[in-house]
């Protein structure tokens, strides 16, 4: 106890993602460091501390509370208030207390840390080759957690009881797995089961080298992991690879790959060190890597492409099966088509038994299902493709006090977000809401982040499109629970969400290229600048509106787009060599259908421009992912590194909307076609136009406006390149230019944008 002359006590707390990270035993040992007393507890709000001692002593520790918390703890606030001394004489690490009404930041799964390695891989260690290792610096987390405070008995850990070995590790505040809820060793915890398509058990003393022998063999492997199921195949073999896009009907769209190391990436791909530190890093998500010509990597895992998603093993299971496989392996969602995941057991058996030749699963539940995030490196700067695992559900810190709110987000790569305080909460991947399954797991992650964070939405926010399903969802809800909803125009959303995920308000130059979105006009936007701030927008530029004949159609089947381009702006379909194949009754049926105007929308889109050329180039005519056109047009780009050239466009006013005439690019692009232009080379000229197209349009609304800074987002900023060219215009021209860091550029970032702009409404 310390000297009772000038002895103060001190209140804290302390919050953001302080549970589960081991928080508890940081402040314990800190306390004994400077010789204090009294007591730490974690509650529903906060982790709460009760400290005595001297003032200097008081002082240091406050400080070292927030300047040196573990690795994986987040601190957002810390406040103290002082006291005259309770007469406490030891610290003590108390029970949680559950707080109506009071919620507490949750932390997402953590990949496993160099500890936790060790000792799986340890022949002396106890946990030798278990794959459910972790501590309080790594594992599963928000997939376990059922509410809050994150105490064992609120996760799926709780039907596991913990030896006498593991509960005193558990209860040793000096111990690294102090209060690590799923902590559990061979003899307690979760264990493995190897069966086959028909449920049949296979039975084996090693279950881990019995899968990769599978795996090496040729086989497709369900691998339950931390959020969900996981497809696994050998990465090297081609018939396997192709075998497992036709069951999963993926004809063309990238797999992700995992290797064992770093030094297993670096023989497959380039790689920075910015994406190796994301690789090694505790969120551990796939990146997207370039893909080295001698890789042995097949290239049906990623047809037509130069980059490939890679990731490193981030569960002890995933380290074990790695080492014993020593071959890359494809590790794709466990799923359909766009479905969600699968997370249990027997639904896995049902939705994937016609997928996969034997399922490795286990009996550690998975509450809340989980996707791969997928990030690249664009500048020497992480942007988010798909935010989930590692990520979610950590909150994007809004700089205002937010009212409880839902923004129910966009059609394809869904999320929703949820607003309390100055916290926004935006969901984990949901997916494209095309079916019911995807719309039930929607409900039911919606519900649990409900109940986390103990929000109650007194407003909706929605995609102004009618037709969206989760636009109907919103209005039903509002419906039935007698609430106000917001609509709100898609590509004020994208501009808005890039605004807050960065901490600005603007007003800013927004530049909104997607693929479609629906405009306060009724027609298809997608190729905008907007003037635009939390508050409102105006639309000041727009590329010209151009026919979709068949509408959804033409997405599909890219030529289409380019031939209604060709007839829009030339008069007739002289199609280049490359697309001569196209029958002529097709292209007089497509004329007539645009004469007539019969489900021939017109669009402004910026992606539907990518598609035409694509398509033009004869690079893609016909797509079986969404952007595949545009995404294999940027790889065909890439082999043309050295290429300057620019097409030119046309910039007219009508109005006071600025209108982005086309008919000179797309007569430069055939123009090289017929001249026997390559490819490379036309799709790398048409990257510098589009990104010059950005600078120039800019700079005059610059002039117009006085605004110096722009907003870059949309689902065509997801393009390296683009994002990459048009960021270095803007920054030689004066301008500052904010991009996506948190969230994606492309719909995954909407629900943001629509929540900010409905809390700002009232």
């Given at each position: ?728 215009l803007l920054e030689a021209a004066g301008f500052r230019v904010l991009t996506h860091r948190q969230v994606p550029a492309n719909d995954g970032g909407i ?7 409905a809390a700002k409404s009232i």
């Amino acid at each position: 106890m310390p000297d009772a002359k000038n002895v103060q006590l001190a209140r804290i707390s302390a919050r953001g993602v302080v549970q589960g990270v081991g928080f508890r035993p940081f402040v314990y040992g800190l306390a004994k460091k400077h010789g204090l007393t009294g007591w730490v507890c974690n509650t529903s709000g906060d982790v709460k501390i009760e400290v005595e001692g001297k003032q200097s002593s008081l002082d240091l520790f406050i400080y070292e509370l927030e300047h040196d918390a573990p690795p994986l703890a987040r601190i957002e606030s810390i406040t103290a208030q002082f006291a005259a001394p309770q007469g406490y004489r030891s610290f003590e690490i108390r029970h949680s207390e559950a707080q109506p009404g009071k919620y507490q930041l949750v932390s997402p799964d953590i990949a496993t840390c160099q500890l936790c390695l060790k000792d799986i891989l340890s022949r002396s260690n106890r946990r030798h080759g278990y794959p459910f290792t972790n501590c309080t610096n790594c594992g599963p987390r928000f997939t376990i957690i059922k509410d809050i405070p994150y105490d064992r008995p609120l996760t799926t850990m709780s039907v596991f009881k913990m030896c006498p070995d593991c509960l005193r590790e558990y209860e040793d505040p000096q111990d690294r797995r102090f209060h690590a809820q799923p902590n559990a060793c061979p003899i307690c915890g979760p264990r493995l089961e190897l069966r086959n398509n028909r449920d049949r058990v296979i039975e084996c003393d090693d279950l881990i080298s019995r899968t990769a022998s599978l795996l090496k063999e040729g086989s497709i492997v369900a691998v339950k992991g931390l959020g969900g199921f996981l497809l696994a195949c050998d990465a090297q073999n081609a018939a396997a690879v192709m075998t497992l896009r036709q069951r999963k009907h993926r004809p063309s769209k990238p797999f992700a790959v995992m290797l064992k190391d770093i030094g297993e990436v670096r023989r497959h791909c380039a790689v920075t060190p910015a994406e190796a530190d994301l690789m090694a890093s505790p969120q551990a998500p796939i990146v997207l890597l370039r893909w080295r010509p001698d890789s042995t990597i097949c290239a049906e895992c990623a047809p037509g492409l130069k980059y490939l998603g890679v990731m490193l093993p981030y569960t002890p299971l995933h380290h074990l099966l790695m080492r014993e496989a020593d071959i890359p392996l494809v590790m794709t969602s466990g799923n359909i088509s766009e479905e969600p995941i699968a997370g249990q057991n027997n639904e896995a058996l049902r939705r994937l038994g016609e997928i996969a030749d034997y399922f490795l699963m286990h009996n550690r539940e998975i509450h809340s299902t989980y996707d791969d995030s997928v990030t690249a490196v664009v500048e020497n700067k992480v942007t988010i493709v798909r935010r989930a695992r590692g990520y979610a559900p950590y909150p994007i810190h809004l700089n205002f006090t937010a009212p409880q709110l839902l923004a129910c987000g966009a059609e394809e790569k869904n999320t929703f977000c949820l607003t309390r305080d100055n916290h926004a909460f935006v969901s984990q991947h949901i997916g494209d809401m095309e079916n019911m399954d995807t719309l039930e797991h929607y409900e039911r992650t919606l519900e649990l982040y409900k109940r986390l964070f103990r929000i109650q939405p007194e407003l909706i926010a929605h995609d102004m499109h009618p037709e969206y399903l989760p636009t109907k969802f919103a209005l039903e809800l509002a419906e039935k629970e007698g609430l106000t909803t917001v609509p709100v125009q898609h590509h004020h959303a994208h501009i808005v969400s890039c605004l807050a995920d960065n901490g600005e308000e603007g007003p800013v130059i927004g530049v909104a290229f997607d693929g479609t979105g629906y405009g306060t006009d009724g027609e298809i936007w997608g190729g905008e600048f907007l003037i635009a701030d939390y508050s409102g927008f105006r639309r000041a530029a727009q590329l010209e509106y151009l026919p979709l004949p068949g509408g959804a159609l033409a997405i599909k089947r890219p030529y289409r787009t380019a031939i209604g381009y060709l007839l829009a702006l030339e008069g007739k379909a002289d199609l280049p060599a490359q697309t001569d194949a196209i029958d002529e009754d097709e292209i007089d049926l497509i004329r007539k259908q645009i004469e007539a105007k019969i489900n021939t929308p017109l669009t402004s889109s910026m992606g539907r421009l990518f598609d035409a050329v694509s398509a033009l180039c004869g690079i893609r005519t016909i797509i079986n992912y969404e952007a595949q056109a545009a995404v294999e047009m940027e790889s065909r780009a890439y082999e043309a590194p050295s290429e300057q050239g620019l097409y030119p466009f046309t910039l007219a006013s009508e109005n006071g909307l600025h209108i982005i005439r086309l008919r000179e690019l797309i007569a430069g692009v055939t123009g090289d076609l017929k001249a026997g232009c390559g490819v490379a080379v036309i799709a790398m000229k048409f990257h510098n136009t589009i990104a010059a197209l950005a600078r120039d349009v800019c700079l005059k609304l610059k002039a117009e406006t006085g605004i110096n800074t722009t907003a870059l987002s949309g689902g065509c900023f997801q393009n390296r390149l683009l994002l990459s060219k048009t960021s270095i215009l803007l920054e030689a021209a004066g301008f500052r230019v904010l991009t996506h860091r948190q969230v994606p550029a492309n719909d995954g970032g909407i629900s943001l944008g629509q929540a900010v702009i409905a809390a700002k409404s009232i």
